[in-house]
């Protein structure tokens, strides 16, 4: 069923793109990669990981590893309405409502046989406790060989030295899976790949901050976080320099709804990822979310003379991975450099570790006067959605900004 | 002066805070202060952090000289998020604990258990040479190896046996060690050692485990209700004074690292060489202590816990044992709420 969705996709997209070369915008061409990479990830003969939201996948694409963070696909399964026929079977084994549904739809998928097999599990610490849970359950599951990436939260040089040493063991794991040592050659060419990505990311971001926007709600949905299973690739750049030819255009021509930017707004963590009209909504209230928190290079340029440290430095320094006084102090960063009038944090159930500073994270804003508005809803599972309560509050939100 | 160092976590270890000085009071998770965590956090977190962070929001709590957080959850590290905001002016670390067991984790725990270290010696304005403080620290290990030690035989009576009141003795005894000294805590082992009340028979011998059990009183009620505690495996039970493994030329705080991540695992820590293995040692242990039936109780929303109850109940179906799955918060009340499900259980088991 996926690899037909991943398929459908990549035609679909071809197609247009043999009919008029030059009508394929920058969205198209980052969700024809991803649809290539979720159609690999169903395809025999592919070296598969399945692994948590902050794995090394530039390194691991340099060891010709296909690899993925499940939420993906929990995303996936919402956005084209499957989910919810996996959630019955994740619940009917036991795992609990109050769960994160990202981690409940893909466990789902899992029981009924609709995942890839994958060769081995590669789980991190970072984002949260529940998805190594899960990456645990997977192994126990396929019967697979599972690696941990603890990353520590603590930004000290024995916490650089713990996760680069991790990583570092991580590519024996990797090569003794795939029988090929690593290349260091083809490591420097990811991280290489990697910085021009980050590079142009940086640029993307910093063209996002112009007042009127060229960004529209949808253009970033999720980008920082899902891009980095194609940063460390050649297509991975071709896609950031796209965004950023289009925002240059769309500023140079000013077809960017500038007349519609009433109010600049942040969305917090992620979106929601089943259909619900929430970016229609704000465009007809002439809100328009300028950045997502997690649109953000917090890192340094990789050193590819020194991988592995470079690598585990970004992974600690990623807002995930930040205590809650730190992940605020970045969006009050990302807040003024935007100049937004206010946030929208959709309280994601199940999440502990993004939604449980729902409190902390508002009080951080307050004090720099931004307001928040959050919004109790599952992002993943639609089933229990009081949509008319939300569109309320969203459109008093807005009112209120106004 | 009695100056004590708050903590939450039984990945803590205790003598370190002894032989820096201080006395340890681990922050349960037992209050009549108002609900109000929710508002700082979120209300989708486990009753622990909540009713912990209730206490300090509400200073139910006594004078404390500093906290001691363990990131070994995502509640967790947003409960030491929180506690800076509730208590800006108190002194805090927060110790980075590894989810694997290999060596760089052994590594790197030894280091953060030896930063933990230095900072309470420095919290305590003491400047001793290393060989002082681990001479200290082994002073201390060797009470509460003794304190182990005892628990064990307890334990190991309570598995042969059943004796009134003894299981509720027990965690009398652990919170004790939690809150006030280990020399208490060992005083009052030595004198319950022998049991008060003669033996006598029950017929549903149980396992239970999950993360929190800490309530004495709920032990007594487990006795009303017919059910005899063979065995335990929460993060407030014996688990929590882990004994500490140490040869003569050993590095003390790689022992600690050692004995803590392997002796001890909880949900939250695994060995990636045998995903699941949570569910195998649960079989084993439910197995060893004789037990007829296990029980599971654990906190709502406790992401640890409850993500693998899934694997734990597919072992012990596999095994044909019983298994009864509670959830709720860490009240006496909301174990009396599963008064009729419990009940109901122990008589299947003695069918
Ligand atoms: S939403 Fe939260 S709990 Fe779910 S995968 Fe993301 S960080 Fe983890
Ligand atoms: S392990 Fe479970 S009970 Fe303990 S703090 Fe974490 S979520 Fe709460």
Redesign the pocket.
């Known amino acids: 069923m996926m690899y037909e969705h991943f398929d459908n996709t990549v035609k679909g997209i071809k197609d247009k793109l043999s009919q008029d070369p030059s009508g394929i915008n920058a969205r198209k061409k980052y969700v024809l990669e991803l649809s290539r990479l979720g159609r690999k990830l169903y395809t025999k003969n592919e070296t598969i990981a399945w692994c948590g939201v902050t794995a090394p996948f530039d390194l691991l694409s340099s060891m010709g590893v296909t690899s993925c963070f499940v939420e993906f696909v929990g995303a996936m399964l919402a956005s084209t309405q499957t989910a919810g026929f996996f959630f019955e079977d994740a619940e009917d084994a036991g795992f609990a409502t109050d769960s994160c549904a990202y981690h409940r739809a893909v466990m789902g998928a899992v029981l009924k046989n609709a995942m890839p097999e994958p060769d081995f599990i590669i789980g991190t610490s970072s984002p949260c406790?529940a998805g190594l849970a899960v990456m645990e359950n997977f192994a126990n599951q396929y019967k697979k060989d599972f690696f941990i990436l603890n990353v520590p939260q603590n930004y000290s040089k024995d916490a650089i030295r713990f996760l680069s040493n991790q990583i570092e063991e991580l590519t024996h794991f990797v090569s003794a899976h795939t029988k090929e040592p690593l290349s260091k050659e083809k490591l420097g060419m990811a991280l290489e790949n990697f910085n021009q990505s980050s590079k142009l990311l940086r640029d993307i971001y910093d063209l996002a901050k112009t007042k009127p926007s060229p960004v529209d709600n949808r253009l970033l949905r999720d980008f920082g976080v899902v891009m980095t299973l194609l940063m460390g690739t050649r297509e991975g750049i071709d896609i950031c320099q796209a965004f950023k030819d289009e925002l240059n255009q769309r500023i140079k021509t000013s077809r960017h709804h500038a007349s519609k930017e009433k109010t600049r707004l942040m969305w917090i963590q992620n979106r929601i990822q089943y259909p619900f009209p929430m970016d229609k909504m704000l465009d007809d209230l002439g809100a328009k979310i300028v950045i997502d928190e997690l649109n953000t290079v917090t890192w340094e340029p990789m050193d590819p003379d020194n991988p592995f440290e470079s690598i585990a430095k970004r992974m600690i320094s990623i807002p995930f991975s930040m205590d809650t006084s730190k992940r605020i102090k970045n969006m009050q960063t990302l807040a003024l450099d935007y100049q937004i009038d206010g946030a929208i944090n959709p309280c994601h159930w199940g999440c502990?570790q993004g939604t449980g500073a729902r409190g902390l994270v508002s009080k951080g804003m307050r004090d720099i006067d931004i307001p928040v508005l959050n919004l109790e809803i599952d992002c993943v599972d639609s089933r229990n959605l009081a949509r008319g309560q939300i569109e309320t509050r969203v459109e008093a939100f807005m009112e209120m900004l106004s | 002066m009695n100056k004590k160092i708050g903590f939450?976590?039984a990945y803590t270890p205790v003598p370190l805070i002894e032989a820096a000085g201080f006395f340890p009071y681990r922050i349960l998770p037992e209050t009549k202060a108002p609900d109000q965590a929710g508002h700082l956090l979120h209300d989708n977190?486990?009753p622990?952090?909540k009713k912990v962070l209730d206490r300090a929001l509400e200073n139910d709590l006594p004078d404390l000289e500093g906290m001691v957080f363990i990131n070994?959850?995502?509640?967790?590290r947003r409960?030491a998020d929180a506690w800076q905001v509730a208590r800006p002016d108190d002194k805090i670390i927060l110790i980075d604990l590894p989810s694997g067991m290999n060596r760089l984790s052994l590594d790197f725990l030894s280091k953060e258990y030896e930063r933990l270290s230095r900072t309470l010696f420095k919290w305590n304005d003491q400047t001793l040479e290393p060989e002082i403080i681990s001479e200290k620290i082994k002073e201390k290990i060797f009470q509460w190896n003794l304190l182990a030690d005892s628990i064990k035989k307890i334990e190991e009576k309570m598995t042969n046996d059943f004796f009134p009141g003894y299981a509720s003795g027990l965690q009398q005894i652990i919170n004790t060690a939690a809150t006030e000294s280990i020399d208490q805590a060992l005083a009052m082992a030595k004198s319950k050692i022998e049991p008060e009340n003669p033996c006598k028979s029950l017929t549903a011998p149980v396992f239970v485990f999950g993360?929190?059990l800490f309530d004495p009183k709920v032990y007594d009620l487990f006795e009303e209700w017919n059910v005899q505690v063979v065995g335990t495996d929460f993060?407030t039970s014996s688990r929590f004074v882990t004994r500490i493994q140490t040869g003569p030329d050993d590095n003390i705080f790689r022992s600690l690292a050692h004995s803590y991540l392997k002796q001890t695992p909880?949900?939250?820590t695994m060995d990636t060489t045998i995903p699941g293995s949570i569910a195998q040692r649960i079989v084993e242990r439910a197995k060893k202590s004789n037990a007829k039936g296990v029980i599971g109780f654990?906190?709502k929303?406790?992401?640890?816990?409850l993500a693998r109850i899934p694997m734990i109940r597919q072992a012990l179906q596999k095994e044909s044992i019983p298994f009864l799955m509670l959830e709720g918060d860490c009240t006496e009340g909301s174990m009396g709420q599963q008064q009729t499900r419990i009940e109901a259980f122990t008589e299947m088991l003695e069918v």
């Open positions: 406790t502990r | 939450t976590c977190l486990c622990h952090v070994s959850c995502d509640t967790m409960l993360n929190l993060c909880c949900a939250r654990t906190l929303f406790c992401d640890p816990y």
